[in-house]
């Protein structure tokens, strides 16, 4: 429970390596405290989740999923955005067969130097994720 | 699968152990599924833990090693060589980050921090246990670098990389190369004026063949990664044809009917919209401001050498790395800020140098004769309630020496210090006692409690509660108030913005480590020199320059880099060739193979750059990628989900 009596949640964050991962790294180098339910898989780029480990996320208790995604940023190639958001589309499309509530599966883009904006995603996730259970 | 790993747990000093309860960290992993040696170590990087490691690795015959401490960004690259050091394939090490994701991040909540790294420790154990052992994939590699701004860094990083054999290419936003140190003139501590250090550089740098410089340039866009950066790069035209100092260019400069404040003398003099470089600026010639110039043609009418018809040109160029020296801004004091643009004659510690620099037998200041300078300290930096929190470190010692330099010039000024503490480190201690020598008064204040700056009829007077004479107030009055401004940030640097280069909290560039990592960026490549990346001294700016350059040369040097061997994989058995991963892939690495009646998909492994696009598209799930597949993701999960 936080300090408003709402459970911590539990989120687990698909990072990039060479674009979100400065910033989360970056988060805490300035002391940007986000929940300590905060759990970062990196992966070489967002287009790379696989929605089987998202549902498997859920299967074994986390709350959320949050991916940090490339956006324009990555390395690899512009269409990334795009790719991304496929993945998240047909996982929300699983998850609502599962009757798991798609809100529960969140995406934004986080370049290497949005540390406040990472935070600020953690903490408006764990909020509603709190409010939710 | 791993069945001998060994874990070590970093306090990191107190970086970690101060907010992670690290004992319960190890008491929590050390019995997890194939550990077979636990540590705790107070800094893991230190020689005598990576020797320990070392010597574990053999001793207990370990096949996997984690090591939970910093960022991978910092000592993944640390750790993997010592494993292979022991004997060990580098892949089968896996670094948990416990401290920017962890002790950091969460040092406002000491046990949610522990928490989370019993959870991110088992899960760097249940990845490794699952680890494959891999060998490293070569690329070529450019053999050239580019390097962003002419100043002193820039040039001297350029000649050092030319030197050793690279080819480089300087890319100076404006027409003259010299940057700030082109406006100074006698140099701590040889004395040397900028204008010589600039010459010296020029000639070096225009005289080696394996540099190209361009000036009045600056990089459009970027594409492509370390070993392969493509540049497009702009370069604007000066509309000057030959530009040699004659009568004809001297007639046109003084037809032209624009006249702007010159920045070159901080907005002192005012210069036109055609303007030659100053003393201490290269190359010597004439240039037309494109921004400024009102195209009237006058003169056109009196100089043949005026020519409009020049074209903005694009060029590309390619390059194993880049180095960014882009400088950096002097810090412009808010109006009123100690009475500047209020009060007459308050002006900025740059401002004065220059205006040494322009005047002879005496110093004088808008018509009046100066005796009694006042320098207030720590103006734009080390602010309590402004931005600039950091000390900008460089000014102490700029003022002090500044005002030595104006006695030795001028013998009847009386110089003033408003200071904060004075922090002339190092041998620039040697100048503050030159200054006490030479008789220069300095007072201290509070942070809290800083000078003032008075005017009363026409006097200007400067107030201070002196904690050096047990906080007496003190009050002078002052011919110049000289405001001893900080360096900031550049604005408006286009590879800043192209690279996504990230800055501190000062908003200077920042490298991966200060100390470990002094010139290099998270971006691959990428390094930083001189004072874009901080407030440095020319001697610090060089150095640091030569840093940068020996870190860009070590990326292109041998014409290959060694780039980590993640690539997908496809599982030929479950493949039935739908294509999806052929569409995916935006590098052309997936090839559509048919054996008798089977057809599947195969990576090629020297086109494929591990980006992972061609795994979740896959309706049978045949696609893995190295060192992140189904069984190491999945069981990383369990462990972080795990109560």
């Known amino acids: 429970m936080n300090e408003f009596g709402r459970k911590q949640a539990k989120i687990l964050v698909f990072s990039t390596e060479k674009i979100s991962d400065p910033a989360i790294d970056m988060a805490g180098l300035l002391k940007q405290y986000y929940p300590a339910g905060v759990y970062v898989i990196s992966l070489p780029c967002s287009s790379a989740v696989k929605p089987r480990w998202i549902l498997h996320a859920y299967e074994k208790g986390f709350d959320g999923v949050f991916i940090a995604a490339d956006g324009s940023d990555c390395p690899h190639d512009e269409s990334c955005t795009e790719k991304t958001g496929r993945i998240v589309m047909q996982t929300h499309e699983k998850m609502k067969e599962m009757n798991l509530d798609p809100a529960r599966l969140r995406m934004a883009a986080i370049c290497s130097v949005c540390s406040e904006a990472f935070v600020k995603q953690m903490k408006s996730f764990n909020d509603y994720l709190g409010n939710e259970s | ?643």
């Open chain 2, 1 to 643: 699968m791993k069945k001998k790993i060994g874990v070590y747990i970093c306090h990191c000093g107190g970086n970690i152990s101060d907010y992670v309860d690290v004992e319960k960290v190890y008491a929590e992993v050390r019995n997890e599924k194939g550990v077979a040696l636990a540590k705790i170590t107070m800094f893991a990087c230190a020689d005598a833990n990576q020797k320990e490691m070392e010597a574990d690795i053999p001793e207990k015959d370990l096949d996997g090693v984690v090591v939970a401490s910093c960022s991978p960004q910092l000592h993944l690259t640390t750790f993997r060589a010592v494993v292979e050091r022991a004997g060990l394939n580098k892949y089968d090490y896996v670094h948990a980050n416990i401290r920017e994701q962890g002790s950091w991040a969460h040092s406002d909540n000491k046990s949610g921090a522990t928490e989370n790294a019993i959870h991110v420790v088992k899960a760097a154990i249940a990845k490794v246990r699952n680890a494959e052992s891999l060998e490293p994939i070569k690329i070529s590699s450019v053999k050239a670098v580019a390097v962003i701004g002419a100043g002193v860094s820039g040039m001297r990083s350029a000649i050092a990389l030319a030197k050793a054999g690279c080819k480089v290419y300087i890319i100076e936003r404006d027409h003259f190369v010299g940057g700030r140190v082109a406006q100074w003139e006698n140099l701590f501590s040889t004395n040397e004026t900028g204008e010589e250090i600039i010459k010296r550089l020029y000639n070096d740098t225009i005289n080696n063949d394996n540099i190209t410089l361009y000036t009045g340039a600056q990089v459009l866009s970027q594409s492509g990664n370390i070993g392969s950066y493509r540049l497009k790069v702009q370069i604007n035209p000066g509309f000057v044809r030959n530009s040699v100092y004659s009568y004809e260019m001297d007639e046109a400069i003084s037809v032209c009917p624009i006249k702007i404040p010159d920045l070159f003398n901080f907005g002192f003099t005012q210069r036109k919209a055609i303007y030659r470089n100053h003393s201490g600026q290269l190359p010597i010639m004439a240039v037309i401001d494109d921004e400024n110039c009102t195209r009237c043609g006058d003169c056109e009418k009196v100089c043949k050498d005026i020519d409009f018809s020049q074209q903005k040109k694009e060029i590309n160029i390619e390059v194993g790395s880049v180095l960014v020296a882009s400088g950096f801004d002097t810090y412009t004091p808010k109006n009123n800020e100690f009475g500047y643009c209020v009060i007459d004659n308050v002006i900025t510690l740059p401002q004065l140098k220059r205006l040494v620099a322009m005047s002879d037998r005496h110093l004088e200041y808008k018509g009046n004769r100066i005796k009694n300078i006042a320098y207030i300290y720590c103006v734009g930096s080390r602010q309590l309630d402004g931005e600039n929190k950091y000390c900008s470190r460089y000014c102490c010692t700029a003022a002090i020496h500044t005002a030595t330099e104006i006695r030795r010039k001028y013998k009847e000024i009386n110089n003033y210090h408003f200071t904060r503490g004075v922090r002339t480190y190092g041998k620039q201690e040697i100048y503050y006692s030159e200054a006490l020598k030479m008789g220069d008064v300095f007072m201290q204040s509070f942070d809290n409690e800083l000078p003032e700056v008075l005017q009363k009829g026409n006097k200007t007077f400067v107030k201070i509660k002196d904690i050096l004479t047990e906080q007496k107030e003190l009050k002078l009055q002052a011919d110049l108030v000289v405001l001893v401004t900080s360096m900031v940030p550049r604005d408006g640097i286009s590879v800043n913005d192209l690279f996504k280069l990230p800055k501190g909290r000062d908003g200077f560039l920042k490298e991966i480590h200060l100390k470990l990592r002094p010139v290099e960026t998270v971006i691959d490549g990428i390094t930083i020199a001189g004072c874009c990346q901080g407030p440095m001294n020319l001697t610090e700016s060089v150095n640091s320059a030569l840093s940068a350059a020996t870190k860009s040369y070590s990326y292109v040097s041998k014409g290959e880099l060694e780039l980590e061997p993640i690539i997908a994989k496809v599982d030929k058995e479950a493949c039935t060739w739908c294509d999806a991963c052929f569409k995916a892939c935006p590098f052309d690495a997936i090839i559509k193979v048919e054996e008798g009646f089977k057809v599947f998909a195969r990576v090629s492994d020297s086109i494929c750059k591990g980006c992972g696009m061609c795994l979740p598209v896959c309706p049978k799930d045949a696609i893995e990628l190295n060192s992140y597949t189904n069984r190491e993701i999945e069981e990383m999960i369990d462990m972080l989900a795990s109560d």
